[in-house]
């Protein structure tokens, strides 16, 4: 396996065996996670995808 290199996205599982993702800042710092975890690792890559894709988005102050 060749080493990881940092900002990253890990796919993990829990203590229950469902997938989650942890993004992993450039200090290899955890800096954001799924907000739910998923039985199949599928649905979780899906959820990592979409907010790597919501990079463009509007940020709005409230």
Do not use: T
């Not at 469902?18 to 599928?42: F, H, P």
Request: hydrophobic share 30%; net charge positive.
């Amino acid at each position: 396996m060749s080493a990881m290199s940092y900002p990253c996205y890990k796919m993990k599982k829990d203590a229950k065996g469902q997938w989650y993702w942890v993004y992993y800042a450039k200090n290899g710092e955890e800096i954001s996670r799924s907000s739910e975890s998923y039985a199949a690792k599928a649905d979780s890559l899906h959820g990592l995808k979409l907010n790597k894709a919501s990079g463009n988005d509007p940020i709005y102050e409230v």
